[in-house]
């Protein structure tokens, strides 16, 4: 069987492509299957590359984008009186909104996929479906099996069938066209039925042969299953269900196609999006505002206690505040954000990335918290243990999974990570010939351990500062710059895992910055000098 090879060709330069790409994936139908007639393949590398990865579920949060705003898009910051916000405009604001992080997502996920669900069988919907299913496929069969037979229906899906066909191919593709028009004629199928003479079976193979030349590798399975099925209504039924997972073949290897494309520009897209949103939704930048806002007082804090420790230092003087160490400092917070609270709208495409993170960097600072304890109390019986570091992240990471959960008991798990410890070290002491742990120090060790869990304990709050070091160093390097900061005293044990997370944090903190960078510079401009805004605002008036 020949196949015909894929090729995606996109107008570079126009975002009405992107537009048209985000729309597609938001209906799986409007998809069309890159077909040419002049490009043919007898090997199977000519074929749709099989998706091999899943999705990732993803949840945004549109609240702060749905209240009623108080300012200009321009004016962020500034309090205007209340601006009443129509149904329309609130659904064009949502359908920006799916779009952007909808684009957002499919260039940043490599494993961003679109799934094939259906309703749960023990589901409502699931149970009406099924019903209303089986009665249409029941009506077919008695209409079928009539003397003479009722081919209405029958004819119908036929002309459906086609036009899903013909929507798997591109202009170019002639000769298929011509060939499934002309066999899948409605018209001539009906001049058929009134004398009796419709080939229901043959017409059916030929939709099974066509589909198996614009199928993806992963479906030859499916199409050898409908060759075998011999009942007429059972297998149009099966037909329809190969057609529904082919469009999401089809949509997934355009969405690979497509991705370097998009995230080339992407940066342009989405801030234009953005501006889209901020344009019918003025209050779409509150929440960030209150989040710089939030870090300036930090900063604000930390030099006033700064200028405090240091004698003969002038309280008097203005505070100098760098904007580049403000916004660091909020994306920083983002690392121990509480996220049962909605994220800065600027950063709704990232937050499911963001809390991955704080999870595992959470999981981290306690393995290295334990690593700092146990060198401590027991480091003499460790030092010839081998691997003891690698055995520690093998016990600790599983006990330590889902540790952010409400429902996680942090002191139970640390209790059972004490315990292993205490195991370890006492069979590499006993193998060397050497006495074991007493049961206080065992006590003691498992008690220590047990302490990480409490808010004042020093460990933790020594570790926690020392990545928040390192995560700082990091951001403060050039984005081009590709050697990593000097890893501060403790955290070598998690090195390694913490250099992973840390150049992803930095990816999703540095293309913030390029997509947003222009909306938080006036941001902070009109926060840290709120004269020059005020004039600005003012010689604008006069002038209009």
């Known amino acids: 069987m020949r196949r015909e090879e894929m090729q995606v060709t996109p107008n570079k330069g126009s975002f009405l492509f992107l537009c048209g790409l985000v729309y597609c994936v938001n209906k799986v139908k409007g998809f069309r299957m890159p077909l040419s007639d002049d490009q043919n393949s007898d090997s199977d590398s000519s074929r749709l590359s099989e998706s091999t990865v899943s999705s990732s579920d993803t949840e945004y949060s549109s609240q702060s984008f749905n209240s009623d705003s108080s300012s200009k898009p321009s004016s962020p910051a500034s309090a205007s009186p209340p601006k009443v916000i129509t149904f329309d405009e609130l659904m064009a604001a949502t359908r920006n909104l799916s779009n952007w992080t909808l684009a957002h997502e499919i260039a940043v996920n490599a494993n961003f996929c679109i799934k094939h669900e259906d309703y749960p069988q023990n589901s409502f919907a699931g149970t009406v479906k099924q019903i209303v299913h089986k009665a249409f496929w029941d009506h077919l069969e008695s209409e079928l099996n009539e003397d003479p037979p009722e081919y209405k229906h029958a004819i119908k899906l036929f002309e459906e069938i086609k036009e899903i066909l013909l929507s798997f191919l591109t202009p170019g593709a002639n000769r298929i066209h011509n060939q499934i028009c002309e066999v899948l004629d409605t018209d001539l199928i009906r001049q058929q039925a009134e004398h009796n003479a419709v080939d229901i079976p043959g017409l059916a193979n030929y939709v099974i042969n066509t589909m198996g030349k614009l199928c993806a590798p992963i479906r030859d399975n499916d199409i050898k299953q409908l060759k075998a099925t011999d009942n007429i209504v059972e297998l149009l039924r099966q037909i329809f269900r190969v057609l529904d997972l082919m469009k999401v073949d089809m949509a997934n290897y355009t969405i ?258 390029k997509v947003y960078g222009p909306f938080y510079a006036n941001i902070l401009r009109k926060l840290l000098f709120p004269e020059a805004a005020v004039e600005k605002t003012e010689a604008e008036t006069s002038s209009n």
């Open 256 to 513: 690979k196609s497509l991705r370097p494309y998009l995230w080339h520009n992407l940066v342009d897209y989405e801030r234009t999006k953005f501006q889209e949103i901020l344009e019918e939704t003025p209050s779409a930048l509150n929440l960030t505002t209150e989040w710089i806002k939030e870090s300036i007082e930090d900063e604000l804090s930390s030099i006033s206690d700064e200028s405090s420790s240091r004698p003969g230092a002038d309280s008097s003087s203005k505070p100098i505040i760098s904007p580049t160490r403000v916004l660091n400092n909020g994306y920083l917070k983002l690392l121990q954000w509480d996220y049962c609270k909605t994220i800065p709208e600027t950063l709704i495409t990232d937050e499911v990335r963001l809390q991955e993170l704080r999870e595992k960097l959470n999981q981290l600072k306690v393995i290295a918290c334990v690593s700092l304890i146990t060198n401590n109390m027991v480091g003499a019986a460790i030092v010839d243990v081998p691997d003891f570091t690698d055995q520690l992240k093998r016990i600790s990471l599983p006990l330590l999974e889902g540790m952010n959960k409400k429902s996680f008991d942090l002191k139970e798990a640390l209790n059972a990570i004490g315990v292993q410890i205490c195991s370890i070290v006492n069979k590499s002491l006993s193998e060397r010939g050497l006495p074991t742990l007493s049961e206080e120090m065992q006590s003691n060790l498992m008690g220590q351990i047990a302490h990480v869990v409490e808010k004042n304990s020093p460990v933790c709050s020594l570790i926690d500062k020392r990545i928040q070091l390192f995560m700082r160093s990091l951001l403060a390097l050039p984005s081009f710059q590709k050697c990593m900061p000097t890893m501060p005293g403790g955290l070598s044990v998690i090195q390694t895992e913490i250099e992973f997370l840390g150049s992803q944090y930095a990816s999703i903190v540095n293309f913030n910055k």
